[in-house]
């Protein structure tokens, strides 16, 4: 009989431990949540979002407002929201115990700013994925300019890579080749200013020092890539010094294996710097 009474007292021990945490959490669901701590990881000098920015965003789409409880905040599409915007790379919200709650962030990095032929510009960012363009930020990044049919709503450059169609029309692709190298050389980095894509279906770049445009014809691969720019490097650092910057008004790159130079005219060894 006793032991039947301990099991009892036990059943309604438990059930009373049940019913008091339910009320706590219901109560904790009622009571309204704190301003979320807001998180924004930046790769680089380029933050093309701030704290207070996604916290008025998530304001102006009613997913954060005044009075909010936990039972209201919607985590699901919070994150969603916050993963939808073509700046952001990877996003995650965390509810703590009691009224505090978190929001992670982790922002693109953009490689190269596109000025397209229909007047549209955006940005690539370093994995090939195409970011709108910021009223409130600007990026220190290679300008990538001339008859360019990619738009802002195209494929990303994986999607391309893949398929063969896409690769015969749109040029995305060389243009994230081009800018990917230039973003992480130093020397090009401080060297190239803007990438044109011209009528004749070449990519010339166009050197912060020096008035010669570099005529780097196609990047089809990323082997074509690293070859033209090492050759671009051989000469920089070989024939510049004894030639000077002023010889030279084009400089060739797209042959297998040479470099095409013409000098400017009515060059003499007089304009030599």
Same mark, same amino acid.
């Given at each position: 009989?006793?032991?039947? =009474?301990?099991?009892?007292?036990?059943?309604?021990?438990?059930?009373?431990?049940?019913?008091?945490?339910?009320?706590?959490?219901?109560?904790?669901?009622?009571?309204?949540?704190?301003?979320?701590?807001?998180?924004?990881?930046?790769?680089?000098?380029?933050?093309?979002?701030?704290?207070?920015? =996604?916290?008025?965003?998530?304001?102006?789409?009613?997913?954060?407002?005044?009075?909010?409880? *936990?039972? @209201?905040?919607?985590?699901?599409?919070?994150?969603?929201?916050?993963?939808?915007?073509?700046?952001?790379?990877?996003? #995650?919200?965390?509810?703590?115990?009691?009224?505090?709650?978190?929001?992670?962030?982790?922002?693109?990095?953009?490689?190269?700013?596109?000025?397209?032929?229909?007047?549209?510009?955006?940005?690539?960012?370093?994995?090939?994925?195409?970011?709108?363009?910021?009223? =409130?930020?600007?990026?220190?990044?290679?300008?990538?300019?001339?008859?360019?049919?990619?738009?802002?709503?195209?494929?990303?450059?994986?999607?391309?890579?893949?398929?063969?169609?896409? *690769?015969?029309?749109?040029?995305?692709?060389?243009?994230?080749?081009?800018?990917?190298?230039?973003?992480?050389?130093?020397?090009?980095?401080?060297?190239?200013? @803007?990438?044109?894509?011209?009528?004749?279906?070449?990519?010339?770049?166009?050197?912060?020092?020096?008035? @010669?445009?570099?005529?780097?014809?196609?990047?089809?691969?990323?082997?074509?890539?690293?070859?033209?720019?090492?050759?671009? #490097?051989?000469?920089? #650092?070989?024939?510049?010094?004894?030639?000077?910057?002023? *010889?030279? #008004?084009?400089?060739?790159?797209?042959?297998?294996?040479?470099?095409?130079?013409?000098?400017?005219?009515?060059?003499?060894?007089?304009?030599?710097?």
């Amino acid at each position: 009989m006793k032991k039947w =009474l301990i099991r009892i007292a036990w059943v309604i021990f438990v059930g009373i431990i049940i019913a008091l945490l339910f009320l706590a959490r219901n109560a904790q669901e009622k009571k309204p949540v704190s301003k979320p701590a807001i998180i924004i990881h930046v790769e680089g000098e380029n933050a093309f979002l701030t704290e207070d920015e =996604l916290f008025v965003r998530l304001k102006r789409k009613r997913l954060i407002f005044d009075g909010q409880t *936990k039972k @209201q905040l919607n985590v699901a599409a919070i994150e969603k929201y916050i993963h939808s915007m073509s700046e952001v790379k990877e996003t #995650k919200v965390f509810t703590n115990i009691g009224d505090t709650w978190k929001i992670d962030v982790k922002v693109r990095k953009p490689i190269a700013r596109i000025f397209n032929r229909y007047g549209e510009t955006y940005y690539l960012d370093e994995e090939g994925v195409i970011m709108k363009a910021s009223n =409130l930020h600007t990026a220190r990044v290679v300008v990538v300019t001339g008859n360019i049919k990619d738009r802002i709503t195209s494929k990303n450059v994986k999607e391309i890579i893949n398929n063969k169609f896409l *690769k015969s029309i749109q040029k995305l692709d060389e243009i994230y080749r081009i800018s990917y190298y230039v973003c992480n050389d130093p020397l090009m980095r401080a060297l190239i200013g @803007q990438i044109h894509f011209d009528k004749k279906g070449d990519f010339v770049l166009i050197p912060i020092v020096g008035g @010669q445009k570099i005529i780097f014809g196609s990047a089809k691969t990323t082997e074509d890539v690293q070859e033209k720019f090492e050759k671009l #490097k051989i000469f920089y #650092k070989e024939a510049i010094p004894f030639e000077g910057w002023n *010889k030279y #008004k084009e400089i060739g790159l797209k042959y297998k294996n040479q470099i095409v130079c013409k000098t400017v005219d009515g060059y003499t060894e007089e304009n030599k710097q």
